[in-house]
């Protein structure tokens, strides 16, 4: 079975600094590997998402992930923070399609950021 | 506009009351589930359809079921509320048979927050 697991329950960064948010999965096949972002009081909108294609995933805002196969993991990264990503972040995973391929979504615990001005 | 609909948005129950949460999507999506969120737990899978007619379990199924009649609705009962059951629950939908940039990941309803005393 797949997991996910996100190293740091809050990650607090400056307006400007880089931000990286770090997920590590476990499956036994190769993953389809997601990152959602969610802002107070909302649901969770998708940032980016790995589906074996290139390693280097372009999400919105300028987020971007890589996937590293020898490390197992899916970082999440930001070159210069602004006030507005100030948000929970999760990271995701499926061993397939999801839908009619019986692909299920699971996620990690989250990761809240905060930017301080 | 198109997406998700869950309702209620906020409801506190008494334990033992059975209490349906209601969701449904306007996106033709084949698939949907539910999910609760909890504190340093994330997002944690109860039920999913992969298509209208059929059901499956997910991480945390017990005290909840659903039914998914047709391809828009698919509420989430809980015949017997207990306290542990307070939570956010969040309605998800995946279109899984196509290749847009909308396939295979999830969209999100904006949760129902319920309380259990």
């Known amino acids: 079975a797949q997991s996910v697991t996100q190293l740091g329950s809050h990650v607090s960064v400056s307006e400007g600094a880089l931000v990286l948010l770090r997920c590590n999965y476990s499956?036994?096949?190769?993953?389809?590997l997601f990152w959602y972002v969610q802002y107070p009081n909302q649901g969770l909108q998708l940032l980016l998402k790995?589906?074996?294609?290139?390693?280097l995933v372009k999400g919105i805002n300028d987020f971007e992930a890589e996937f590293k196969k020898s490390e197992t993991s899916f970082h999440l990264t930001k070159p210069s923070a602004h006030m507005s990503d100030a948000a929970e972040y999760f990271c995701a995973v499926s061993d397939r399609r999801l839908g009619n391929q019986g692909g299920k979504l699971i996620f990690g615990q989250g990761t809240e950021l905060s930017v301080k001005p | 506009i198109a997406g998700i609909t869950q309702a209620p948005t906020s409801q506190i129950l008494a334990a033992g009351r059975r209490m349906t949460l209601r969701c449904t999507q306007d996106m033709r999506h084949n698939a949907m589930y539910w999910y609760r969120q909890d504190l340093g737990l994330g997002l944690r899978l109860i039920h999913y359809s992969n298509t209208a007619g059929t059901t499956g379990k997910g991480e945390v199924p017990d005290g909840y079921s659903v039914s998914r009649a047709n391809t828009d609705d698919f509420p989430l009962t809980l015949a017997s509320a207990v306290p542990s059951q307070t939570s956010v629950y969040f309605c998800?939908?995946?279109?899984?048979?196509?290749?847009?940039?909308?396939?295979?990941?999830?969209?999100f309803g904006a949760g129902s927050r319920l309380t259990v005393l």
């Open positions: 499956s036994s096949v190769p993953p389809y």
């Open positions: 998800a939908s995946s279109d899984s048979t196509g290749f847009s940039s909308g396939a295979n990941v999830l969209t």
């Open positions: 790995y589906t074996s294609a290139a390693t």
